[in-house]
């Protein structure tokens, strides 16, 4: 079979698409044929090395799939051959089959396409968690999206408005506000690309200010970090949360702390991946949250592109630009 892999350290130039062994099903797992592979940004930061998680070399990149279970192992009850289910696999989902323990493997319906299954659980996982149980947010708060038209920002979007939030999203582009608007948000602002100096970040913070009105944001949910993160911190409310969500800018932020102080707020880590390993019965739980919403129409994944497996380097090249809207998805035939 095929697969895409990453055996030295380098950006997607670095990955090949060759030949592998075809996995065969032990006790407790399943065999799945892929059907597609979410791409998102741990795929970008993996192959470099620079992800808090490294898995051993050669490794496929792709962190969720969706496919249809092929072979099952001994003691396998929850899935049979034959059953469309998506996975959240951490690595190893650019690959024609997959290996994966049969109790990380959720059901979808059969009106719910593969691409939009693969585009489904990582994103809405992080930005549910980051939400529900990290911010706590609450009908009637105000949300700050940085980043919105990106896949946890746009599902950061989507789930905001379904807990009865005013979503304001903030993007680098009108035609990504505009996306964002589609999918609920309820205003947004369009900052510069950074790096900015100190008169940029102080412009960049007056932005947010107006955008957050008097009152400020109550949550500021940032996947961007860098040069953009402290003057998003300045709009926060008063007692607001500030989820810590990723670093798509490149940059890890410095903060003031005295700013946390000023505003009584709450600077709040959010690493969804250790949180659903510890806490696997809360995991499985917010996902059968999630697909109810899916099944409720209230929240449902963007896929701006597509892209055939042999080309699954270039997809992570696409999302590494930061120019894709939505979810970027590598597909199997």
Not at 81 to 94: E, F, H, K, P
Not at 276 to 291: C, G, Q, T, V
Not at 309 to 321: K, N, V
Request: net charge negative.
């Amino acid at each position: 079979m095929k697969a895409v892999l990453s055996k030295v350290t380098g950006g997607p130039e670095t990955l090949v698409y060759e030949d592998v062994p075809a996995p065969e099903a032990k006790p407790g797992h399943a065999v799945i044929s892929v059907k597609a592979v979410g791409v998102n940004f741990p795929d970008v930061l993996m192959i470099e090395d620079k992800y808090q998680s490294k898995p051993p070399r050669p490794f496929s990149p792709g962190g969720e799939l969706s496919g249809v279970v092929k072979a099952v192992g001994e003691g396998v009850t929850n899935v049979k051959v034959g059953d469309r289910i998506l996975a959240n696999t951490g690595s190893g989902g650019m690959a024609e089959e997959v290996l994966l323990p049969a109790n990380r493997l959720w059901h979808i319906p059969d009106s719910m396409p593969h691409d939009i299954a693969a585009a489904f659980i990582l994103t809405y996982g992080t930005s549910w968690h980051s939400l529900k149980d990290r911010a706590d947010l609450k009908a009637g708060e105000t949300l700050l999206v940085l980043g919105a038209a990106g896949g946890v920002g746009l599902a950061a979007v989507e789930l905001g408005k379904a807990m009865g939030a005013r979503v304001i999203a903030a993007c680098s582009s009108q035609e990504k506000v505009d996306l964002a608007i589609k999918h609920g948000a309820d205003a947004g602002v369009v900052y510069g690309r950074g790096p900015f100096d100190r008169d940029g970040q102080k412009a960049l913070g007056q932005l947010f200010k107006e955008a957050g009105g008097e009152h400020g944001f109550d949550v500021i949910y940032d996947a961007i970090g860098g040069d953009y993160a402290e003057p998003a911190l300045r709009s926060i409310a008063w007692e607001g949360r500030y989820l810590v969500v990723g670093f798509a800018a490149g940059d890890i932020p410095k903060i003031p702390l005295n700013l946390a102080l000023l505003k009584g707020c709450q600077i709040v880590g959010v690493f969804w991946g250790t949180w659903a390993a510890r806490n696997p019965e809360l995991f499985a739980k917010s996902i059968d949250e999630l697909l109810e919403l899916y099944a409720q129409g209230k929240v449902k994944p963007h896929v701006s592109e597509r892209f055939p497996l042999e080309r699954g380097a270039d997809a992570i090249a696409h999302l590494g630009s930061r120019k894709a809207m939505g979810k970027v998805v590598v597909t199997v035939d």
